[in-house]
């Protein structure tokens, strides 16, 4: 009887044994040499024969470690990536078709797991926090890095020296930096900045009647008092002819959509002091939150104005209802990300080539939290609002695999055509994106591709920038802005109550987080922000 | 004896085994989370004692949202009880393409909630969609379905009341269905009319079917999200909101795993108590109504 137990055990722990050895030849793929290249150096590369949803584009394949032709020399096969990104088509899209790519030239096995925003960041965290090795790559919004970082693999220094990562511009490099770490992949770039038709704003005509209404010049707007008085003098006038009326401004405005990063471009100039050095968002000292102060309450009051000048639904438009609503010539002026831009930009588009990229509008003065009074000068904060960023887990069995996959994902070749499509929400990071003739080359006029160029690399060089609020918990922080901010469009509440109950909200979620903890956090923010 | 009895019951392990993992287990987790500070960055089962509970008695957007649920709730499942209960008196009896209008009326029930919120999303479009069309046809206003309070909560309605109220006439219609003739003949040789027999006979008859369908879609309603989440994400302001809606913010965006533990326990207790008092007053006033 013993005896058999005995064999039992020895049985039991030959089963243990050879799991566990299972599980780490898993874990640790072998290394395999490499093979020879599928592709020539400098190779035309296109999307054509993924269909015709694609455009026929052609650039050369940019010699370098993450090139078509290098990843083509590696042996992945037998080994499974594991991807979660965005739904279909932005980012998820993008991430799809590289894969997709990265398994014919590699033979490794992809998975990819898209997901809508709304679970992105629970499906994303709770694996990472329970230390389960769910996935090996993350694409997600970048701004999420205080809840990610304690997770993420650091990114190797072979793959920060390649050619691609060394021209990723200072803002979108310090964007995927954690405490003095590179612990994302930069992917995308994003930022707000307005976007204008000029079609009306250019036209001798219209220029001329609103001198006769107004007495004020008829340009690009300035200021968001400008940028106001513009759009209720054209809103509800039938600008293209068609019979129907079209109106001054589209924002994104729904609550749990990104009203949020709406309101901060709106904000940006009345509380981002140039002299000033300190978070916007919070007292560093205290930590006390400063989203009511008068700053940020004078922009609400702006965004409530607003309201007249939105298209029928406009207080409830999602970022998709603001893409087209510009996209589309129902409104004259929008400001948020690339997205519109480039939609107004496609071949079809009815507004193609009648638009122009311009700096968020400023202010005439700007809000001194040191001195509590507001400083007559002209001011302007450009916002870099999130971009989608990748990361690989810590706790990924295949970080080699998965560093070369986002190598591959962001090579030049590949970049430059995401660029060209507008849905897959990539946009540009890179010092080379900022180059006029790339965009005049896909059929955009001179004027515009500089009009685009410039306001893009112009927000670089500015030393009075505002980012988000990156730290653990961000998503509750914005939830609690986006509620006050929607119940002051609403009418709910007056702007100044509303944001009065989302600081309130902040304290509380501030305690409940730990004030130390955020408050390292925000030092991080206040470092970009504050940086000369 | 008893042995044999006792063997039978172990005939009843595997379903008892069953209910205990998917039923009372989550039902023991969720009551412990709730009494933890589990959240996004402290994801640990700590002991806070009653610390959520006594922020959710603070939290007015909870409240507001209960209180808004009664109203959507009520509302909605009254407007499908006449309107479903009218479908089915309509096709109970003898009419020319019955079958056709059974199953056309069945159409709604049977799709995606959230696909046809996304489409009665567009219908609402304030600048797109053909309503507002319609209405400008007609020469009347258009209306800011969704960008106004009281718009929002009546698209909200209509779509509930929509998808919904096939759900109603298919209870309804299979109680007419199943009622026994005698009653009617009865009714039709002491010459009542036909809305003295509804009254009478027909209303009576049905009260079990009527509180069992009323219940159910009561308990089906005060779950509503989805439509919520598609249509109006709770908006504008928060005059949408939904406990349910709340919940997913609070536990699933947020992830505010404690609290919204605390808040889910109180919302299912909170909706047995009152469904249950709900039953026990239709049952009593549809009973004294046969009686009369």
Same mark, same amino acid.
């Given at each position: 009887m013993r005896n058999n137990s005995y064999k039992g055990m020895i049985a039991a722990a030959a089963v243990v044994a050879l799991t566990a050895t299972g599980c780490t030849s898993q874990d640790q793929p072998e290394s395999k040499p490499d093979r020879p290249a599928l592709f020539k150096p400098g190779e035309e590369i296109s999307y054509r024969k993924y269909g015709k949803d694609y455009p026929a584009t052609e650039v050369k394949d940019v010699p370098g470690p993450c090139s078509y032709e290098s990843i083509s020399r590696k042996d992945y096969s037998g080994q499974t990536l594991k991807i979660i990104s965005h739904a279909v088509p932005v980012i998820g899209e993008p991430t799809k078709l590289h894969a997709r790519q990265f398994e014919e030239i590699t033979g490794a096995k992809v998975e990819v797991v898209n997901v809508p925003f709304g679970e992105l960041h629970q499906k994303i965290l709770t694996p990472l926090q329970a230390g389960q090795p769910a996935y090996d790559v993350m694409f997600y919004p970048s701004l999420w890095i205080g809840d990610m970082a304690p997770y993420l693999a650091p990114v190797p220094k072979e793959y920060l020296d390649t050619p691609g990562m060394k021209d990723v511009t200072k803002a979108y490099m310090d964007v995927a930096t954690w405490n003095g770490k590179v612990v994302q992949y930069p992917v995308d770039g994003d930022r707000h900045y307005l976007k204008v038709r000029t079609d009306v704003l250019k036209d001798p005509e219209r220029q001329a009647a609103y001198k006769a209404a107004t007495g004020k010049d008829l340009r690009t707007p300035k200021t968001w008092a400008e940028y106001q008085e513009i759009a209720a003098f054209f809103s509800g006038k039938d600008l293209d002819g068609d019979g129907k009326p079209n109106f001054g401004s589209a924002e994104v405005t729904k609550r749990d959509d990104l009203t949020f990063s709406a309101f901060i471009s709106r904000a940006a100039p009345y509380v981002k002091h140039p002299d000033v050095k300190g978070g916007l968002f919070f007292d $560093?000292? #205290?930590?006390? &939150? $400063?989203?009511? #102060?008068p700053g940020f309450v004078r922009a609400l009051d702006d965004m409530v104005k607003a309201k007249s000048t939105w298209a029928p639904g406009g207080a409830n438009f999602g970022l998709g209802d603001e893409i087209f609503s510009f996209g589309g010539g129902q409104t004259l002026m929008s400001y948020s990300w690339d997205d519109a831009f480039i939609q107004a930009q496609q071949p079809d588009s009815r507004i193609r080539n009648k638009i122009e990229a311009a700096a968020l509008p400023g202010s005439t003065e700007v809000y001194n939290r040191t001195t509590k009074t507001w400083d007559k000068k002209p001011n302007q904060a450009p916002y870099f609002t999130w971009g989608w960023t990748s990361a690989v887990s810590k706790a990924s069995g295949h970080q080699k695999m998965a560093f070369d996959y986002l190598c591959f994902f962001s090579n030049e070749a590949n970049t430059a055509l995401d660029l060209t499509v507008g849905r897959f929400g990539v946009n540009p990071y890179r010092n080379a994106h900022f180059d006029a003739a790339f965009w005049e080359k896909q059929g955009w006029d001179k004027d515009v591709a500089k009009s685009y160029v410039q306001t893009l690399s112009g927000m670089e060089k500015s030393t009075n920038r505002v980012f988000d609020l990156?730290? &653990?918990g961000v998503n509750q922080y914005m939830s609690a802005l986006a509620n006050g901010v929607a119940a002051a469009l609403a009418g709910q509440k007056a702007p100044q109550q509303a944001l009065d109950e989302a600081a309130r909200e902040w304290s509380k979620i501030t305690e409940q987080i730990g004030k130390d903890k955020v408050r390292d956090a925000y030092r991080n923010v206040v470092a970009l922000e504050d940086y000369r | 004896m008893y042995g044999l009895r006792r063997h039978k019951s172990m005939f009843l392990l595997p379903g008892l085994l069953t209910l205990l993992l998917i039923i009372i287990f989550p039902l023991l987790f969720t009551i412990r989370v709730s009494f933890s500070g589990w959240n996004v960055s402290s994801p640990q089962m700590d002991f806070i004692a009653g610390a959520n509970y006594a922020a959710m008695l603070h939290d007015s957007r909870f409240w507001s949202a209960i209180m808004r649920l009664i109203l959507l709730a009520g509302g909605t499942v009254l407007i499908q009880y006449v309107v479903g209960f009218g479908m089915a008196l309509l096709v109970w009896r003898d009419v020319r393409g019955r079958r056709f209008w059974r199953v056309l009326f069945l159409v709604p029930m049977m799709t995606t909630p959230v696909v046809m919120a996304a489409i009665w999303q567009m219908i609402f479009h304030?600048? %797109? @969609?053909p309503l507002n069309d319609l209405l400008g046809m007609l020469g009347l206003t258009k209306v800011a379905w969704l960008t106004e309070s009281g718009p929002a909560l009546v698209a909200l309605m209509t779509v509930e009341v929509w998808q919904w109220t096939p759900f109603m006439f298919l209870l309804l219609l299979a109680g007419l269905l199943s009622l026994p003739k005698e009653p009617f003949m009865a009714a039709a040789i002491d010459g009542a009319d036909v809305w003295r027999t509804f009254w009478k006979v027909t209303f009576p008859l049905m009260a079990p079917v009527s509180v069992a369908a009323v219940i159910i879609r009561l308990i089906e309603a005060s779950k509503l999200s989805d439509s919520v989440y598609v249509l109006t994400s709770g908006g504008p302001g928060s005059s949408t909101e939904t406990p349910g809606y709340y919940l997913y913010i609070q @536990? %699933?965006?947020? !992830? !505010?795993t404690g609290y919204s533990g605390a808040m889910s326990l109180t919302y299912l207790v909170l909706m047995i108590v009152t469904l249950t008092v709900v039953a026990a007053m239709l049952t009593r006033a549809l009973k004294l109504k046969g009686h009369s």
């Amino acid at each position: 009887m013993r005896n058999n137990s005995y064999k039992g055990m020895i049985a039991a722990a030959a089963v243990v044994a050879l799991t566990a050895t299972g599980c780490t030849s898993q874990d640790q793929p072998e290394s395999k040499p490499d093979r020879p290249a599928l592709f020539k150096p400098g190779e035309e590369i296109s999307y054509r024969k993924y269909g015709k949803d694609y455009p026929a584009t052609e650039v050369k394949d940019v010699p370098g470690p993450c090139s078509y032709e290098s990843i083509s020399r590696k042996d992945y096969s037998g080994q499974t990536l594991k991807i979660i990104s965005h739904a279909v088509p932005v980012i998820g899209e993008p991430t799809k078709l590289h894969a997709r790519q990265f398994e014919e030239i590699t033979g490794a096995k992809v998975e990819v797991v898209n997901v809508p925003f709304g679970e992105l960041h629970q499906k994303i965290l709770t694996p990472l926090q329970a230390g389960q090795p769910a996935y090996d790559v993350m694409f997600y919004p970048s701004l999420w890095i205080g809840d990610m970082a304690p997770y993420l693999a650091p990114v190797p220094k072979e793959y920060l020296d390649t050619p691609g990562m060394k021209d990723v511009t200072k803002a979108y490099m310090d964007v995927a930096t954690w405490n003095g770490k590179v612990v994302q992949y930069p992917v995308d770039g994003d930022r707000h900045y307005l976007k204008v038709r000029t079609d009306v704003l250019k036209d001798p005509e219209r220029q001329a009647a609103y001198k006769a209404a107004t007495g004020k010049d008829l340009r690009t707007p300035k200021t968001w008092a400008e940028y106001q008085e513009i759009a209720a003098f054209f809103s509800g006038k039938d600008l293209d002819g068609d019979g129907k009326p079209n109106f001054g401004s589209a924002e994104v405005t729904k609550r749990d959509d990104l009203t949020f990063s709406a309101f901060i471009s709106r904000a940006a100039p009345y509380v981002k002091h140039p002299d000033v050095k300190g978070g916007l968002f919070f007292d $560093l000292d #205290t930590m006390k &939150p $400063l989203i009511n #102060t008068p700053g940020f309450v004078r922009a609400l009051d702006d965004m409530v104005k607003a309201k007249s000048t939105w298209a029928p639904g406009g207080a409830n438009f999602g970022l998709g209802d603001e893409i087209f609503s510009f996209g589309g010539g129902q409104t004259l002026m929008s400001y948020s990300w690339d997205d519109a831009f480039i939609q107004a930009q496609q071949p079809d588009s009815r507004i193609r080539n009648k638009i122009e990229a311009a700096a968020l509008p400023g202010s005439t003065e700007v809000y001194n939290r040191t001195t509590k009074t507001w400083d007559k000068k002209p001011n302007q904060a450009p916002y870099f609002t999130w971009g989608w960023t990748s990361a690989v887990s810590k706790a990924s069995g295949h970080q080699k695999m998965a560093f070369d996959y986002l190598c591959f994902f962001s090579n030049e070749a590949n970049t430059a055509l995401d660029l060209t499509v507008g849905r897959f929400g990539v946009n540009p990071y890179r010092n080379a994106h900022f180059d006029a003739a790339f965009w005049e080359k896909q059929g955009w006029d001179k004027d515009v591709a500089k009009s685009y160029v410039q306001t893009l690399s112009g927000m670089e060089k500015s030393t009075n920038r505002v980012f988000d609020l990156r730290v &653990p918990g961000v998503n509750q922080y914005m939830s609690a802005l986006a509620n006050g901010v929607a119940a002051a469009l609403a009418g709910q509440k007056a702007p100044q109550q509303a944001l009065d109950e989302a600081a309130r909200e902040w304290s509380k979620i501030t305690e409940q987080i730990g004030k130390d903890k955020v408050r390292d956090a925000y030092r991080n923010v206040v470092a970009l922000e504050d940086y000369r | 004896m008893y042995g044999l009895r006792r063997h039978k019951s172990m005939f009843l392990l595997p379903g008892l085994l069953t209910l205990l993992l998917i039923i009372i287990f989550p039902l023991l987790f969720t009551i412990r989370v709730s009494f933890s500070g589990w959240n996004v960055s402290s994801p640990q089962m700590d002991f806070i004692a009653g610390a959520n509970y006594a922020a959710m008695l603070h939290d007015s957007r909870f409240w507001s949202a209960i209180m808004r649920l009664i109203l959507l709730a009520g509302g909605t499942v009254l407007i499908q009880y006449v309107v479903g209960f009218g479908m089915a008196l309509l096709v109970w009896r003898d009419v020319r393409g019955r079958r056709f209008w059974r199953v056309l009326f069945l159409v709604p029930m049977m799709t995606t909630p959230v696909v046809m919120a996304a489409i009665w999303q567009m219908i609402f479009h304030e600048s %797109l @969609g053909p309503l507002n069309d319609l209405l400008g046809m007609l020469g009347l206003t258009k209306v800011a379905w969704l960008t106004e309070s009281g718009p929002a909560l009546v698209a909200l309605m209509t779509v509930e009341v929509w998808q919904w109220t096939p759900f109603m006439f298919l209870l309804l219609l299979a109680g007419l269905l199943s009622l026994p003739k005698e009653p009617f003949m009865a009714a039709a040789i002491d010459g009542a009319d036909v809305w003295r027999t509804f009254w009478k006979v027909t209303f009576p008859l049905m009260a079990p079917v009527s509180v069992a369908a009323v219940i159910i879609r009561l308990i089906e309603a005060s779950k509503l999200s989805d439509s919520v989440y598609v249509l109006t994400s709770g908006g504008p302001g928060s005059s949408t909101e939904t406990p349910g809606y709340y919940l997913y913010i609070q @536990g %699933l965006r947020d !992830q !505010q795993t404690g609290y919204s533990g605390a808040m889910s326990l109180t919302y299912l207790v909170l909706m047995i108590v009152t469904l249950t008092v709900v039953a026990a007053m239709l049952t009593r006033a549809l009973k004294l109504k046969g009686h009369s």
